[in-house]
T-cell receptor, first 116, second 111 residues
């Protein structure tokens, strides 16, 4: 089955620690995205990548970093500079921007990050 | 910048009631519009979408019509079920495939 997987489902971070959230897709999508969801709020874009080895900052990139070395993978690192990391993190992917830019984004099941 | 505004929740209905969740947007140009649904502890699932004015998206008994004149994309269902209980997000996409979300509306259906 094609889809997006995120791991782990729950992640605990200690003060001053960097943690990395995994996102893998086998949909052959070029574009991938990371969103943050806080309770009772909509999703906010952290980073996105439209092609391998290229990515752009979203609306709330401070304290986060990403890499895109493979088409299938788009890991997100929450650094110690992110002072309020507790949230639900969602990864998404979509088809190439060179086609219709109105294509749909498909989401993974999410990772819940908690600070100890 | 672009924005999406949804009706305040939470919304509580009885089974078989008629549902409307209002969504209005502000955008330059001609965005695509989406409704996503999120069940507890899960990611978002696409419910329906519309890519141009007067298009009607539909899925699982839900419908929404892209109204350019009123910049709206209201979600409706004629008869809701307990299994429809979830959080519903309206969103728009315009350029670089970036989605802009509303704040979400929590829907609870009582048997």
């Amino acid at each position: 089955d094609g889809g997006i997987t995120q791991s782990p489902k729950y992640l605990f971070r200690k003060e001053g620690q960097n943690v990395t959230l995994s996102c893998e897709q086998n949909l052959n999508h070029d574009a991938m995205y990371w969103y943050r969801q806080d309770p009772g709020q909509g999703l906010r874009l952290i980073y996105y990548s439209q092609i391998v080895n290229d990515f752009q900052k979203g609306d709330i990139a401070e304290g986060y970093s990403v890499s895109r070395e493979k088409k299938e993978s788009f890991p997100l690192t929450v650094t110690s500079a992110q002072k309020n990391p507790t949230a639900f993190y969602l990864c998404a992917s979509s088809t190439p921007p060179g086609g219709s830019w109105k294509e749909t984004q498909y989401f993974g099941p999410g990772t819940r990050l908690l600070v100890l | 910048g672009d924005s999406v505004t949804q009706m305040e929740g939470p919304v509580t209905l009885s089974e078989e009631a008629f549902l409307t969740i209002n969504c209005t947007y502000t955008a330059t140009g001609y965005p695509s519009l989406f409704w996503y649904v999120q069940y507890p502890g899960e990611g978002l699932q696409l419910l329906l979408k519309a890519t141009k004015a007067d298009d009607k998206g539909s899925n699982k008994g839900f419908e929404a019509t892209y109204r350019k004149e009123t910049t709206s994309f209201h979600l409706e269902k004629g008869s809701v079920q307990v299994s429809d209980s979830a959080v519903y997000f309206c969103a728009l996409s315009q350029g670089a495939q970036k989605l802009v979300f509303g704040q979400g509306t929590r829907l609870t259906i009582n048997p």
